[in-house]
């Protein structure tokens, strides 16, 4: 499972940098994408065997454009309910999350990462978009950072630009409360998840 992906990359990309687990090491190469069209900067390689994924995230992550994606195994369903069942449930700090408002459909969360790369790379631990329950895009979302600190930093920098379009950034207070839904996981406005390789593509 890959993330922070580079819009131009490619299938063949993925399997060159493969290459050394050989040629039927790689069974299926799902790209994720916005109901648009659009790349949500996601997607999931799936191997041939489980013994095949964890030698594929021993060699490290893809770079492509000068970004190094973001690299982990994904579990199948079962499994990853059966892991958040076994671990206590985690009270986020809120007043280390930003609110982005009024946001271009087109937002991703590469152009999160983005901007605020300057604050490093463990600066963001998770990105969500809020969707309408048709699938559509309500045009706000929420970043939660490492530290309430970095929240503050965040705040210095302003919203993420898309095209000509700038969000609208505030801290969060209090805890989040919305009709819509929260996307879980992240990507851009509409991004859903698949069972076990990479995110990225257009």
């Given at each position: 499972?890959?993330r ?5 990359i490619t ?11 050989g040629?039927?090491?790689i ?5 994720l ?7 949500t900067?996601?997607g ?9 994924a964890?030698r594929?995230l021993?060699?490290?992550?893809l770079?492509?454009?000068n ?13 990853l309910?059966?892991l ?6 985690r ?7 930003l609110?982005?408002?009024e946001c271009?459909k ?5 152009d999160?990462?983005d901007?605020y790369?300057?604050l490093?790379?463990?600066a ?10 048709d ?6 979302g ?8 970095m ?10 630009t898309?095209?000509?379009e700038r969000?609208q950034?505030?801290?969060v207070?209090g ?12 990507g ?5 998840a698949?069972?076990?390789g ?5």
């Open positions: 499972y890959q922070r992906v580079h819009g131009e299938d063949e990309d993925v399997y060159k940098h493969y290459a050394k687990l040629k039927e090491a069974t299926r190469i799902k790209w994408k916005k109901m648009n069209g659009h790349f900067g996601y999931f390689v799936h191997f041939a065997s489980a013994e095949q964890h594929a021993a060699l490290g992550p770079v492509v454009g970004r190094m994606c973001k690299v982990e195994l994904a579990l199948e369903d079962e499994a309910k059966a958040r069942q076994s671990q206590p449930e009270k986020d700090d809120h007043r280390a999350e609110a982005l408002q271009p087109d937002i991703t969360e590469n999160v990462y901007h790369t300057r490093g790379d463990e963001i631990r998770r990105i969500h978009f809020v969707m309408r329950d699938g559509s895009f309500t045009g706000t929420y970043v939660h950072f490492s530290s309430v600190s929240a503050h930093e965040a705040l210095k920098l302003g919203g993420p898309v095209g000509r969000c950034v505030h801290l207070k805890k989040v409360k919305t009709k819509e839904k929260k996307a879980k996981g992240g851009a406005a509409p991004a859903s698949g069972a076990a990479a995110k990225g593509k257009r």
